[in-house]
């Protein structure tokens, strides 16, 4: 079946460092990918997304690209800020399910100053 | 509306009780999913409706759960005989077509706190 595996948190970072959040996926076909952003006290808000292989996707300073030889889609950002502190859920749509997506477990971000 | 709207956004209930979560699309999306967020886990797909066709219904946990959408808007999710392990949030999401990758609109969700 599908799936999706996301590093493990919280991570912790200190304000303008490097952020990357692994994610890998098992699925038959040719999935899309998505990250999905929750901040505290807020419900889940698409990130950014990519729907083929050696697609990027990017949003406010975020990135991923869809990397199909090695099943991955970590996502970047450059130089991270406090408000980035969330949680972070990696999600495939597989080809021919309805658009229904599988979730990764999600990987809580928190930058300190 | 502007967005994905959920009722009640807490609820507190007795074990052995019903209770009916209410989920109100954005206007002009065909397709209602809705998943649950239990604590330290992912999210887990419930059912999926899209259009008139038939909901996929393979996510829900147990024949106790169960799930409607009148004229292809708000849908309902009923949870009957509530137990401890219900407790979760419950969002909701939708979508413009079923069949293409936009992305979901989530709710805000329900937490469900069975007592």
């Given amino acids: 079946g599908n799936s999706v595996t996301q590093m493990e948190g919280p991570v912790t970072l200190s304000e303008e460092a490097f952020l990357t959040i692994n ?51 970590h996502l970047e950002k450059g130089s991270v800020q406090v408000s980035d502190s969330a949680v972070y859920f990696c999600a495939l749509s597989a080809t021919g399910g309805g658009n229904k997506l599988t979730f990764g477990t999600g990987t809580q971000l928190k930058v300190e100053l | 509306g502007a967005g994905v709207s959920q009722s009640p956004s807490n609820k507190v209930t007795e074990k052995g009780k019903d209770v009916e979560l209410r989920c109100d699309p954005i206007s002009g999306h065909t397709a209602l999913y809705w998943y649950r967020q239990s604590l330290g886990q992912g999210l887990e797909f419930l059912i999926y409706f899209q259009g008139n066709s038939a909901p996929d219904k393979s996510g829900l946990p147990s024949d106790r759960f169960s799930a409607e959408r009148t004229g292809g808007s708000v849908s309902t999710l009923t949870i009957q005989r509530t137990q401890q392990e219900d407790s979760a949030v419950y969002l909701c999401a939708s979508s413009l077509d079923g069949g293409q990758p936009y992305g979901y609109t989530f709710g805000s969700g329900t937490r469900l706190t069975v007592v």
């Avoid at chain 1, 990250?35 to 698409?46: R, S």
């Avoid at chain 1, 697609?55 to 869809?66: L, Q, R, V």
Wanted: include cysteine.
């Fill in chain 1, 23 to 73: 994610c890998t996926y098992t699925a038959t076909g040719y999935p899309s990918l998505f990250w999905y952003v929750q901040y505290p006290g807020e419900g889940l808000q698409l990130l950014l997304k990519a729907t083929k292989a050696d697609d990027k996707g990017s949003n406010k300073g975020f990135e991923a690209t869809y990397r199909k030889e090695t099943t991955s889609f």
